[in-house]
């Protein structure tokens, strides 16, 4: 066994946290403030080769593996956690479904142009009425000719607006239940889609969240991705892979917490020495490096096990749900290491704790995390 990272791993890592620091750092508490996506930092990412972290070059991408994919989440969230969400539901949500179900056309075509980063991708799942219980799901796609005819809405939608193509399941038969679900790849330009209301939100301001909108929306044939009926299947699998996408958000922003609380607990002088100086902060701090970094490995080992091709689901729900945790609990002690300045904007610790909030909810709350692990022990 070897923890060391590879030659490439290290030089992403350096490369993504040059960029973070350097360009995405800087303007990150005022996007949150402005809730204000800003489509020249994606471009950037384009440009590093980011969007297309681990697809192979024959379709646009820079052949890394998914543990360089995860390292550049992290770093990206340690500065700005709505940066590494873009990132990971472009790669994951929606790269990954076509990469993985997608024919050669649909790989050409979609996900060449996602990887180069010159169209961004989203994936709709929830609904107002199925979120956790995603089976359940109402909206439906009939067979019109060499079309599918889609109506139905998508809510919380990462990306939602700023979207070029969407994956999009909706029923095709549903007297097979989860088994009459399909996927479908959406383009905007499609005519019966609409980008529906934005979300005002907690954290992760500056990440659009939206509804999509499917009014007798025609959708060629040639989109359905994977088999119809597979469409469930393909939603699981890739959020098995998202989850870790997530587990790596949730580190970065939980690392970005405590490189400013250590920072301030040096600083900060009571009693007459550092607040670091006095145990009650000093095992504060302690605390949350190990948790953060016991996160960090659940993760990165779920990542290996994802390039390895070995089961994952069960490493990622795991990751998803400690750093998750960690991720709240992390910055909420930091919050309280900066006391009363801690509580105001004039420091980044109270953004990082509203932005960890999320990490237990989407791509499947802690809940039902706890649910895929524990369905998963029992049947082993
Ligand atoms: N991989 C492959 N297949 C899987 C699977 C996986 N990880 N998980 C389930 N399946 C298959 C099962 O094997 C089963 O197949 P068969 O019928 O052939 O046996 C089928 O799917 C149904 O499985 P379950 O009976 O376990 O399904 P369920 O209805 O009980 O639901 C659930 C399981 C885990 C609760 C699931 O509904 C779930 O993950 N819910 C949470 C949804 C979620 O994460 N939503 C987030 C949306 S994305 C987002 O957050 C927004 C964003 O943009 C970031």
């Given at each position: 066994m070897n923890f060391l990272l590879t030659d490439e791993q290290e030089m992403i890592r350096?490369?993504?946290?040059?960029?973070?620091?350097?360009?995405?750092?800087?303007?990150?508490?005022?996007?949150?403030?402005?809730?204000?996506?800003?489509?020249?930092?994606?471009?950037?990412?384009a440009e590093l080769g980011l969007t297309g972290i681990p697809w192979p070059e024959e379709y646009g991408g820079i052949g890394a593996d998914y543990l360089s994919y995860c390292i550049a989440v992290e770093e990206l969230s340690r500065v700005c956690a709505s940066t590494g969400v873009t990132l990971s539901a472009h790669v994951s949500l929606a790269g990954w479904p076509v990469y993985m179900f997608g024919t050669e056309e649909q790989k050409q075509k979609y996900l060449r142009a996602m990887a180069e980063g010159s169209k961004i991708g989203a994936y709709g799942l929830t609904e107002p009425g199925s979120g956790s219980d995603a089976a359940n799901m109402k909206t439906?796609?009939?067979?019109?000719?060499?079309?599918?005819?889609?109506?139905?809405?998508?809510?919380?939608?990462t990306n939602g607006g700023l979207a070029d193509y969407y994956i999009v399941f909706a029923v095709t038969d549903a007297a097979k239940k989860h088994k009459g679900v399909s996927a479908f790849i959406v383009e905007k330009e499609f005519p019966g889609f609409s980008v529906g209301k934005?979300?005002?939100?907690?954290?992760?301001?500056?990440?659009?969240?939206?509804?999509?909108?499917?009014e007798d929306c025609r959708v060629p044939a040639e989109n359905l991705l994977g088999e119809e009926g597979q469409g469930f299947k393909?939603?699981?699998?890739?959020?098995?892979?998202?989850?870790?996408?997530?587990?790596?958000?949730?580190v970065g922003i939980a690392q970005g917490a405590l490189d400013a609380s250590t920072g301030y607990a040096n600083e900060r002088k009571q009693f007459g020495k550092p607040i670091g100086e006095q145990q009650g902060v000093a095992f504060k701090l302690a605390d949350m490096a190990t948790k953060i970094e016991a996160s960090r490995l659940l993760t990165y080992q779920a990542a290996w096990r994802e390039s390895e091709k070995l089961p994952y689901s069960k490493a990622s729900a795991m990751s998803k749900l400690m750093a998750g945790d960690?991720?709240?609990?992390?910055?909420?002690e930091a919050v309280q290491v900066f006391g009363g300045y801690g509580y105001t904007k004039e420091y980044p610790v109270e953004r990082y704790m509203r932005d960890a909030k999320i990490t237990q909810i989407y791509e499947g709350?802690?809940?039902?995390?706890?649910?895929v692990i524990s369905k998963m022990l029992l049947a082993d």
């Open positions: 350096k490369m993504v946290r040059d960029f973070a620091v350097n360009e995405v750092g800087p303007t990150a508490a005022e996007r949150d403030e402005e809730e204000r996506f800003d489509r020249e930092i994606f471009d950037q990412m439906t796609a009939e067979k019109d000719g060499d079309s599918y005819i889609l109506n139905g809405s998508k809510i919380f939608i934005k979300e005002e939100k907690l954290g992760i301001r500056s990440s659009p969240t939206t509804e999509i909108i499917m393909i939603a699981m699998m890739t959020l098995d892979g998202g989850r870790n996408g997530i587990a790596a958000q949730a960690t991720a709240m609990e992390v910055t909420t709350t802690n809940e039902i995390q706890r649910l």
